[in-house]
């Protein structure tokens, strides 16, 4: 009896599969990763097992994370023989890392994530920095220089202000559409996040630090007193060190945090 060969898998675009195939850039992310065989690795959508596979000759044991179900198998038979593959057929944006900690071993995630929900994924992770020693992901190069900007810039935003609160960023490469199959239409970049071991700035009430910054960036071209209406008035930015009349995009982090923790102190029991 003929048994016909799988067909190959087709990149399916409503997950936002676009996969890495350069051996170059394959290399040079690993080389930044620098992983090594006592640490805990966790890749978040490995795909056809490009760096899944680089990351297991060198660590001997992996965590995967792939939503694909159709990748599942494939994933299993190209990784076999070099070393521990554990695969959960899972979302990542409703994964708990937690459950992955128990060996008490910080874990260390690394991705190529869906473009087009890179951002709640980011969000989502935060929420585990505390077990987490340091993230290495490839994004869209707009959102890493979102991610990595500073105040005063068009590209300093919410994600700008909630990531660097909870992690150093640091952008390490820029990868051109050609490395992928099917290319993007965008180029991407690897970005290094390690969540702070001691927060730059204490954060009183992390939920309504949350609140302030999306409320701020909610509508950009909007001063503050505007912008913030509902959750501060103008008096007590004032009382903060902070013009009312200034935009978001103005102020730094430490602005940010003082305004949020003013806030919480000066609020009347509920």
């Known amino acids: ?66 939503l694909d179900r159709d990748l599942i198998h494939p994933l299993a038979v190209s990784c076999a023989g070099l070393g521990e593959l554990n695969i959960y057929n899972s979302d990542a944006l409703k994964f708990d890392f937690a459950s992955l900690a128990g060996d008490g071993r910080p874990l260390r995630l690394v991705g190529n994530l869906p473009y087009n929900i890179s951002t709640p994924i980011l969000f989502h992770l935060l929420q585990f920095a505390d077990i987490i020693r340091d993230m290495h992901f490839m994004l869209q190069k707009e959102v890493v220089q979102r991610m990595a900007a500073g105040p005063g810039g068009k590209t300093y935003g919410r994600l700008s202000v909630m990531m660097q609160a909870w992690c150093e960023v640091e952008a390490l490469f ?37 609140r302030l910054v999306t409320s701020a960036f909610s509508q950009r071209r909007k001063t503050l007193r505007n912008s913030l209406g509902k959750l501060v008035d103008a008096e007590l930015i004032v009382a903060a060190g902070i013009d009312p009349s200034l935009r978001a995009e103005r102020l730094s982090l430490a602005d940010f945090v003082r305004l949020s923790n003013l806030a919480c102190k000066t609020a009347p029991p509920a």
Do not use: W, Y
Not at 21 to 29: A, E, K, L, M, N
Not at 39 to 48: A, M, N, T
Not at 191 to 202: F, K, M, N, T
């Open 174 to 210: 820029e990868i051109g559409p050609g490395a992928f199959k099917p290319a993007p239409k965008v180029d991407s970049a690897i970005v290094r996040l390690i969540p702070h071991a001691q927060p730059p700035h204490v954060i009183d009430d992390p939920a309504h630090f949350a």
């Open 1 to 66: 009896m003929n048994i016909k060969p799988r067909p190959p898998h087709q990149a399916k675009k409503r997950f936002g599969q676009n996969f890495l195939h350069d051996p170059g850039v394959i290399q040079r992310i690993i080389a930044s990763i620098h992983p090594r065989p006592d640490e805990h690795l966790v890749e978040i959508g490995p795909g056809h097992g490009a760096i899944t596979r680089e990351l297991l000759k060198r660590c001997g044991r992996l965590d995967a994370v792939e």
